[in-house]
């Protein structure tokens, strides 16, 4: 921390001492009433001493944060590393700039007594010093408190990354148990739609291998990949399933990969499905939003799993966008709102 810090900046080292010992120079100047004499004396050896004064008392004060920082760090106790920075500082600039002043004022300006000059000055640097601290540890609480929600951020972040990743990579046993049926099932009516079904299945775990490694991918990808699901769950609903698409498909915004595979399965496994129950699934862009509507025929009991998964897409999509995830019944039907994403290729 303390190499990147302003105290340590080479620019800051060399131009606070001259800003800040103009301003010490007009105190004292104040203090002494003798304002008038600024411009007169702005160039003189008195401003120069000043701000070798100056520039003293702040390296007194960063050699001081430097030492401290090491043998009695802020994280040990704020409370004492305030007094132990302050009292120490002071106790150093205190005896330098005096032992200055004396050997100045004594020895070039040929004064027998000092005592005012250094009762004025080091009364104007311990303001300074006061004010130097103030700004110092406002820095490391700002710095803290940063630091502290960089971290945080930094959990979740990871946090969500993981469940990304395992809602990405999960593999549902209910879906591949109800498939593998469909497909038994079909071998034993018509062997040719089996042949494709088998086709269908394998290209809906090819494409969770491909997008496994992909956060987003377009939106006409994701909904493109839902046809091989249908067609095996078509199989054995006929129809009961109903698939309707309102889209545009110049629409070059992204998704998380499976989310709408992930709506689909769920409204299949969580309803009843019927000739005369009919799951009626929409799915329609409007702007920057994915609209996916479909009818409630609810079972008495729910799959937990499912609801962990919709857990899981809900915090992956918290990650990306501050919109997320919306879900409404309406009339009868339950409408899911999914922000589409913009994604800039570096």
């Not at 100047?29 to 120069?48: A, I, W």
């Not at 100056?54 to 704020?78: A, G, K, M, Q, S």
């Not at 700039?97 to 300006?109: D, G, P, Q, R």
């Amino acid at each position: 921390m303390n190499k990147n810090w302003y105290y340590n900046n080479i620019g800051f080292r060399l131009a606070s001492p001259l800003l800040l010992g103009i301003v010490v120079y007009m105190l004292v100047l104040l203090f002494f009433d003798s304002v008038d004499q600024l411009l007169t004396n702005f160039f003189s050896r008195e401003v120069v001493f000043v701000i070798l004064l100056t520039f003293v008392f702040l390296e007194i004060n960063r050699l001081t944060i430097i030492t401290l920082n090491r043998i009695y760090p802020l994280d040990r106790n704020v409370q004492l590393r305030i007094v132990f920075q302050f009292l120490i500082s002071s106790v150093l600039w205190l005896f330098a700039i005096s032992l200055l002043l004396y050997y100045y004022f004594i020895h070039f300006v040929g004064f027998s007594t000092i005592l005012t000059e250094l009762v004025t000055f080091n009364s104007i640097f311990f303001f300074v010093a006061i004010c130097y601290n103030l700004y110092y540890f406002s820095l490391v609480f700002l710095y803290k408190r940063n630091s502290t929600k960089i971290k945080e951020e930094s959990t979740r972040k990871e946090t969500i990354e993981l469940e990304m990743e395992t809602f990405k990579n999960q593999v549902n046993p209910d879906f591949l148990f109800q498939c593998l049926e469909i497909i038994i099932s079909e071998l034993h009516h018509n062997r040719a739609n089996a042949d494709e079904l088998v086709n269908s299945l394998a290209l809906v775990y090819r494409t969770k291998l491909e997008n496994k490694d992909l956060d987003l991918i377009p939106v006409m990808e994701e909904i493109n990949s839902i046809t091989p699901m249908l067609k095996l769950f078509s199989a054995k609903y006929n129809e009961g399933l109903k698939f309707e698409l309102d889209i545009d498909d110049k629409n070059k915004k992204h998704i998380v990969p499976g989310t709408i595979l992930i709506l689909l399965e769920n409204a299949i496994f969580q309803s009843i499905i019927s000739s005369s129950l009919v799951l009626k699934f929409n799915v329609s862009i409007n702007g920057d939003t994915v609209i996916i509507t479909h009818s409630l025929n609810k079972k008495l009991k729910q799959n937990t799993v499912f609801e962990d998964r919709i857990i899981r897409l809900r915090n992956t999509y918290s990650y990306f966008s501050s919109i997320g995830i919306s879900f409404e019944e309406v009339k009868g039907n339950m409408k899911i709102i999914v922000p589409l994403l913009e994604f800039d290729e570096e």
